[in-house]
């Protein structure tokens, strides 16, 4: 369901911000705005919305989750007893709002789903998922906006293909003989999308049939990580546990290149194949960055002292933002190879960055449960939003709208406007931690075409 939380204090790295729940409106759940919402009516709503629950606790790696009470159920919950729901389907809904620039994200959980968030009404458009389809923790994602399209791979080593307008499964592959599917990227203009695996094999999928075309042995072993995606220049990159990061030739499905310099796995890496340029961090706490096409090392960076766990690469302004799980970020000029500063603060280690290299400003997550905003130029900490109960594994930001998206392991998703540096919405509904989220930036379209709708019931 989605809790508007609003009334926050400004976050400061003194103080904390704080959710205010909101009755939501009456007036809100009428049927041309209460499509899909997951939120409570009140008693006089014409709409009874389904799934008014957040989901119930369980228990994750042995203990219960932050959000957890002594009844084992999430904070907020309704009545036990679930009541036949009419509401009304937007069919066109979501395509309008995507063709007009709204921003739109999909969540992925270890609950064995995905859902679609609309971040402009802030509504959940569709939960997709669950038995027959994927039956594990659904570990990556990529999303076309154009098509409302998205191919997302899980643990349990199935893959589909899904029609977002329609909030449905367009096609599936449960051959599940690849191993779990750790890491994807797609094309979607040459519909051809590759995924790593827990098995060291990368594959080329045609889509949307996810038909494999090519199975690639590329690192035995090992797990993939990594993988990029170029067709028009017919090349692959993988990178994996073993220490190699490997290029191939879609053509003739060889490898070209390999890469070794790393001391342990590689957690994360980026590529730019028509600059020749790769950057990639490792287990061992280093980023390299290479050259691709004279196959060698440019500059070594280190400083960290444990893996790094993601990062952010801007060539142009020849900087990088590396997050690790020694608890810091570190920021880097790639030009020299040198540092230009530390991000300290977190207590726990540092899970996902996103940096805007225009304003110098990188926003950060921890298992501490906190979400940090840094002046890069500075090299200080300007806010922490305090709001998850439980580590934050993944954020998002729409720089143009100055929007931010957060995934915990609290079961949540949410919303902050980093403008007034308050709490949009949190988002209930899912039923484990969320592990990646896809938030592609919106760009302005066209006007709005006539919407249809279509009323449906559901037990």
Partial sequence: MADAEAGLPRATPSAASRSVPVPVPASEWSQGAAWGRDAVPGEDSPVAAPNVEPPVAEAVDGAPPANAEQNGKGKGKGKEEKKKAEFWISWDSLERRLNLGKW????????????????????????????????????????????????????????????????????????????????IDADFVAMRAITGTSEGTIVIWELPRLRALHVLPAHEGARVLSVHLDVGLGRVMSAATDGRLRFWDLETNKCVSTYE???????????????????????????????????????????????????????????????????TARVWDIHSGSSLGVLEGHTRAVRDVQTDFERLVAITCSDDATIRIWDLAGRTCTNVFESHADRVSVIRVNWSKMQMISGSADYTVKLWDLTTEFLEETFYGHGGPILTIAAPIPESKPPEKPEKTTKTSVS
């Fill in 104 to 183: 739109v994200a999909l969540s992925c959980c270890t609950d064995h789903t995905l859902k679609i968030w609309d971040l402009q009404s802030k509504e959940c458009r569709g939960t997709l998922g669950g038995e027959g389809q994927h039956e594990a923790s659904v570990r990556c994602v990529a999303m076309d906006r154009k098509a409302l399209a998205a191919i997302t791979g899980a643990d349990d080593g199935s893959l589909c293909y899904w029609d977002l307008e329609r909030c449905r499964v367009q096609e599936s592959n449960l051959s599940r003989k690849y191993g779990a599917m750790l890491c």
């Fill in 261 to 327: 310099g790393h001391l342990d796995g590689i957690t994360t890496s980026f590529v730019d194949f028509n600059r020749n340029r790769v950057v990639s961090g490792g287990e061992d706490g280093t980023l390299h960055l290479w050259h691709s096409e004279k196959n060698s090392i440019i500059y070594n960076l280190v400083g960290h002292s444990d893996k790094i766990n993601a990062m952010q690469v801007n060539l142009d302004k020849g900087m990088v933002v590396s997050a690790s799980e020694d608890e």
